[in-house]
């Protein structure tokens, strides 16, 4: 008579609950750097977002304004640009601190001046600074930012 075996030994179920275990490894450690990845690029298309709704925002400000508000572009100095002139970004800002994500701006402005003391363009530099993991103060996450420069052209300027 031949005997017929149907079942499995517990030695073959621990080799197969082994081979799986090694398998499956791989996999959450694809799925957890997917995840970062994903956090990551996120957070550079936040920050992108960001810096291109403040440089619409001051680059529709009029030159009048900013000779005005900013008399020290008008002797050639550097500076930054009033927060009353981009109050859209600033409110985006605040949204995204509400979602406990933290971005903060830095800028500067500073003009080319012809001899009839009018503005003739606008250099506009911006970074937009984060940090992946915590806010400001998170001394164990390095910074991440994004910078762009706009120039802008008076075209109402007298030409010399």
Known sequence: MINKRFGVTLLEVVIAAA???????????????SATTTVKVG????????????????KHVPMKIYEEKIPQLLAGEESKIPEEFYPD?????????????????????KAEVNKYKQIVELGISAQITWKEKGNKEATSQPDRSLRDYALIFNSEAKQD
């Open 43 to 58: 957070n550079y298309a936040k920050a992108s977002d960001l810096l291109a709704k403040f440089m619409e925002e001051v």
């Open 19 to 33: 081979i799986l275990a090694i398998a499956f490894i791989p996999i959450v450690n694809l799925l957890s750097s």
């Open 89 to 109: 970004t600033l409110k985006s800002f605040a949204e995204l601190k509400k979602d406990d994500k933290e971005f903060w701006l830095d800028n500067t402005i």
